[in-house]
């Protein structure tokens, strides 16, 4: 992540932010800034400095026709990849690097729980009230897994502790993952665009190498040009029997087709809380594979979000005020 020094302003800044937000969680922004609220409705140009925009899409983009003058996007998501062609190369735009954490590192690790101690099937045995119906969660074992042995007494569903788990992206999200990953004593392996030691991050190149070897593959890197279909064919290809992926990053780094495939053959599991389209339409195949836990992209949210996002903006804006360097820009204006 850049650092861009900007020179100080002076006098007043205005910055338009959603109307749909709560004005309070604005109560920290510096006494130099005018917040404007902002409707995603039609109406009249506004002129603004800095523009936060709505975290939803498609309001946002509603928005943006009415704004003149804007230098400065301080993005309340840390993923803004639809942002920089919207504003053009002429803005800067800083993202909320640090404010998804917690919420998408505690689903990462509850969907891998959710998925290795089989709650998706135990859901359904619940629903059918029949309790000898857990005899199935060591037919699902043998059948993931390839491990065919008669094992007594019966699995009824797997342990984390000890396993190896892949991670392709070691940034703000994935070292906070890797912080609650620690009471599980995992073999973690780490990848990222560059290599590096202590710890040791491994560079994307080696990724055909690493795949065979981890048990659970967490994907927490960008969308970007170079990780669009990073797993597909080949990579579900080289992962090992029942391996579980995780998406808790964006859908387009996984070849949906390929996805599918590998779920409905049966070579992997899944839990996914983004995918590619998404929206997800009604009857895609994804929503019948089986071995899939899926949630509608949900895993930044949470009721402590937005407060820790404005917080990280107003933090920005001081800095941008201050003419101090900004600590989280994803594109600097040129
Ligand atoms: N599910 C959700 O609701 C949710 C919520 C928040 C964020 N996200 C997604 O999570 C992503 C990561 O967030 P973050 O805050 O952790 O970002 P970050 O701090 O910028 O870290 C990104 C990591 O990905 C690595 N990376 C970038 N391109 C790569 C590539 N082509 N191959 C391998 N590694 C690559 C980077 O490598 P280097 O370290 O070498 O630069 C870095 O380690 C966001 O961009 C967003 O798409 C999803």
């Given at each position: 992540?850049?650092e861009?020094?900007?020179?100080?302003?002076?006098g007043?800044?205005?910055?338009?932010?959603p109307a749909?937000?709560?004005?309070?969680?604005?109560?920290?922004?510096?006494?130099q800034?005018?917040?404007i609220?902002?409707?995603d409705?039609?109406?009249p140009?506004?002129?603004?400095?800095?523009?936060?925009?709505d975290?939803y899409?498609?309001?946002?983009?509603?928005?943006?026709p009415?704004?003149?003058?804007?230098?400065?996007?301080l993005a309340?998501?840390?993923?803004?990849?639809w942002?920089?062609?919207?504003?053009?190369?002429?803005?800067t735009?800083?993202?909320?690097?640090?404010?998804?954490?917690?919420?998408?590192?505690?689903?990462?690790?509850?969907?891998?729980?959710?998925?290795?101690?089989?709650?998706?099937?135990y859901?359904?045995?619940?629903?059918?009230?029949?309790?000898?119906?857990?005899?199935?969660?060591?037919?699902?074992?043998a059948?993931?897994?390839?491990?065919?042995?008669?094992?007594?007494p019966?699995?009824?569903?797997?342990?984390?502790?000890?396993?190896?788990?892949?991670?392709?992206?070691?940034?703000?999200?994935?070292?906070e993952?890797?912080?609650?990953?620690e009471?599980?004593?995992?073999?973690?392996?780490?990848?990222?665009r560059?290599?590096?030691t202590?710890?040791?991050?491994?560079?994307v190149?080696?990724?055909?190498?690493?795949?065979?070897?981890?048990?659970?593959?967490?994907?927490?890197?960008?969308?970007?040009?170079?990780?669009?279909?990073?797993?597909?064919?080949?990579?579900?290809?080289?992962?090992?029997?029942?391996?579980?992926?995780?998406n808790a990053?964006?859908?387009?780094?996984v070849?949906t087709?390929a996805l599918?495939?590998?779920l409905?053959?049966?070579?992997?599991?899944a839990?996914?809380?983004?995918?590619?389209?998404?929206p997800l339409?009604?009857?895609?195949?994804l929503?019948?594979?089986?071995?899939?836990?899926?949630?509608p992209?949900?895993?930044g949210?949470?009721?402590?979000?937005?407060?820790?996002?404005?917080?990280t903006?107003?933090d920005?804006?001081?800095?941008?005020?201050?003419?101090e360097?900004?600590?989280?820009?994803?594109?600097?204006?040129?």
């Amino acid at each position: 992540m850049s650092e861009t020094a900007t020179e100080s302003v002076t006098g007043i800044v205005r910055v338009g932010y959603p109307a749909t937000l709560a004005a309070e969680l604005l109560s920290g922004f510096p006494r130099q800034a005018e917040l404007i609220p902002l409707s995603d409705a039609p109406g009249p140009e506004v002129d603004i400095d800095v523009w936060i925009p709505d975290p939803y899409q498609t309001r946002a983009l509603r928005t943006w026709p009415r704004l003149r003058g804007v230098r400065l996007v301080l993005a309340l998501m840390a993923g803004t990849e639809w942002i920089p062609r919207t504003v053009g190369p002429h803005v800067t735009i800083c993202n909320a690097r640090g404010a998804h954490n917690i919420s998408t590192a505690e689903w990462t690790v509850s969907s891998i729980l959710a998925m290795l101690k089989y709650f998706p099937l135990y859901l359904d045995i619940q629903r059918t009230g029949i309790w000898k119906r857990r005899f199935e969660a060591t037919a699902h074992y043998a059948k993931i897994t390839g491990d065919a042995r008669a094992v007594y007494p019966p699995v009824m569903q797997e342990e984390l502790t000890g396993k190896t788990v892949l991670m392709v992206g070691y940034g703000s999200i994935g070292k906070e993952i890797e912080r609650m990953l620690e009471p599980f004593h995992v073999d973690l392996l780490r990848v990222a665009r560059t290599p590096r030691t202590d710890p040791v991050v491994h560079a994307v190149s080696e990724l055909e190498a690493l795949l065979p070897r981890a048990e659970v593959i967490i994907l927490i890197l960008p969308a970007t040009a170079e990780s669009n279909k990073l797993i597909g064919a080949r990579e579900f290809s080289l992962m090992r029997q029942g391996a579980l992926l995780v998406n808790a990053a964006r859908g387009p780094i996984v070849d949906t087709e390929a996805l599918v495939d590998a779920l409905n053959t049966g070579r992997v599991r899944a839990a996914l809380d983004v995918t590619e389209p998404e929206p997800l339409p009604e009857g895609h195949p994804l929503w019948s594979c089986p071995n899939l836990l899926l949630t509608p992209h949900v895993g930044g949210s949470s009721p402590q979000f937005a407060p820790r996002a404005l917080r990280t903006a107003a933090d920005e804006l001081r800095r941008y005020i201050a003419g101090e360097p900004l600590q989280n820009v994803v594109q600097a204006a040129v």
